[in-house]
Structure formats: structure tokens, C-alpha cells
């Protein structure tokens, strides 16, 4: 079973930083870019990074810039999101997803990608 298994999330005061993981199972994430996205409550989900499948290129988007390191590490089948600097505006759910031969940072849509994580919760409160 194909599979993308989330963890790193929880409660982190006004100020903090975490990293999140995503490892994949059932495949090997050599040939797919990696995205990730959160949802807050009451939005729409929205893109905020992606790594290229070898790693050379990334993506933050702009609400995200200098908060934000996507890595992935393709020996052990996992990517990373480290968010440092975390205000309440970033308290929603993060979701890693695999896009097979994706094109980021050139295309990076919500639409495109395969498999997906459930995403872990991050709240930020004091």
C-alpha cells in the first residue's frame, strides 16, 4: 500500500519553530517532486513549498518566505518541513503530497499531485 505517513505537528508557542516529517511507504520518492500545504481553519488549502525531485530546486511561496526549509532526504524516503518563527496565523493542517515527475518550482498545483499525506495538525497559541 502506497502510503505517505505525517508527523512533527502539535502545539508551539508564538515565536517557536518544528520540523515536520513525511515518509513515504510502498514507493520510493526518487522520481517525484514533493509539495507541501497547509489548510487553516475556515480556508482553502493553500501551496506553500515544493523540492524538486533531486533536491536543486525549491518553492516557498510568498506568505511563507524566511519562515520556511523543505528538504527531502531520498536515501531514507523522506522529506522535511523545518518552520521556524511560527505565529498563530500559522496554526492549520499540514499536508505533505508526491507529484510523479513534477515540475516544481516551474508548476506547482494542488490538482497535480498523487498521494497525500493526512497532514498534522499545528497550532500555535501562547
Known amino acids: 500500500q502506497w502510503q505517505l505517513m505525517e508527523s512533527g505537528g502539535g502545539l508551539v508557542q508564538p515565536g517557536g519553530s518544528l ?3 513525511c515518509a513515504a511507504s510502498g514507493f520510493t520518492l526518487d522520481h517525484y517532486a514533493i509539495g507541501w500545504f497547509r ?27 524566511g519562515r520556511l526549509r523543505i528538504s527531502r532526504d ?15 496565523e500559522a496554526t492549520a493542517i499540514y499536508s505533505c503530497a508526491a507529484e510523479y515527475l513534477g515540475a516544481c518550482p516551474r508548476s506547482f498545483h494542488i490538482a497535480s499531485f498523487d498521494y497525500w499525506g493526512q497532514g498534522p495538525q499545528v497550532a500555535v497559541s501562547s
Open 19 to 21: 520540523r515536520l516529517s
Open 74 to 88: 531520498n536515501v531514507k524516503n523522506t522529506m522535511y518541513l523545518q518552520i521556524k518563527l511560527l505565529q498563530p
Open 39 to 65: 489548510q487553516a481553519p475556515g480556508k482553502e488549502r493553500e501551496a506553500v513549498s515544493c523540492i524538486s525531485s533531486s533536491g536543486a530546486s525549491t518553492y516557498y511561496a510568498d506568505s511563507v518566505k
